[in-house]
């Protein structure tokens, strides 16, 4: 079993930084494709960004292009969301989630581990 842990969310003004930590369990981490994925207040979840175990094949949802980066460090088996040029529209619980899968899924439910979640709010 694969444990997550995010952490850095918080409150932050329109036009600021935060950046995300997700920290695994996992003793092969440098295997899993991992992505982040947020959930608004009441609207469903969506994907902000994923890529695969080798950190190519990376996506970004258009609204956050140009101003979010995930990256990884297999050594600390953590992977990062670095969050610039914030806007109250990302306002959502960020989620880490990891999986093994031969290639870099782009569907949620193909994702097998999640974090419990991170709460980012960002106020105008």
């Known amino acids: 079993q694969v444990q997550l842990v995010e952490s850095g969310g918080g409150l932050v003004q329109a036009g600021g930084s935060l950046r995300l930590s997700c920290a695994t369990s996992?003793?092969?981490?440098?295997?899993?494709?991992m992505a982040w994925v947020r959930q608004p207040p009441g609207e469903e979840q969506e994907f902000v960004a994923r890529f695969s175990w080798s950190g190519d094949n990376t996506y970004y949802a258009d609204s956050v292009k140009g101003r979010f980066t995930i990256s990884r460090d297999n050594a600390k088996n953590t992977v990062y969301l670095q969050m610039n040029s914030l806007k109250p529209e990302d306002t959502a619980v960020y989620y880490c989630?990891?999986?093994?899968?031969?290639?870099?899924?782009?569907?949620?439910?193909?994702?097998?581990?999640w974090g419990q979640g991170t709460q980012v709010t960002v106020s105008s």
């Open positions: 989630a990891a999986t093994s899968r031969v290639v870099v899924p782009a569907r949620l439910y193909e994702y097998d581990y």
């Open positions: 996992a003793r092969t981490f440098s295997q899993y494709h």
